[in-house]
């Protein structure tokens, strides 16, 4: 999935009946128990529940630094979303 700079990105899961997800991002909990996000993540993404089917990972006003690899766990089942940004590229011409 590419998308520019700037833009919000819906990574949609479908899940098991009630079953218990966790997102991933580059491997590493993306909401750890202990609570710790990290801080260039804080504030910009949120996992919406939708129905006891759908999860959806939003991730706002993304940046190059947002590329990686996304993946909602459903038990043994994982669902991955493979995030590249796209940056602005600015020429300055005198």
Request: with cysteine; proline share 5%.
């Amino acid at each position: 999935m590419i998308r520019p700079a700037g833009e919000d990105v819906s990574l949609p899961c479908h899940v098991r009946d009630g079953a218990h997800v966790r997102w991933l991002r580059g491997g590493l909990e993306l909401l750890p128990a202990n609570g710790d996000v990290p801080p260039h993540l804080q504030g910009r993404f949120s996992v919406k529940v939708r129905g006891r089917n759908e999860q959806e990972l939003l991730l706002l006003n993304v940046t190059v630094n947002d590329s990686n690899v996304y993946t909602c766990v459903d038990g043994s089942v994982h669902h991955i979303f493979n995030l590249t940004v796209l940056g602005i590229n600015i020429l300055f011409c005198q």
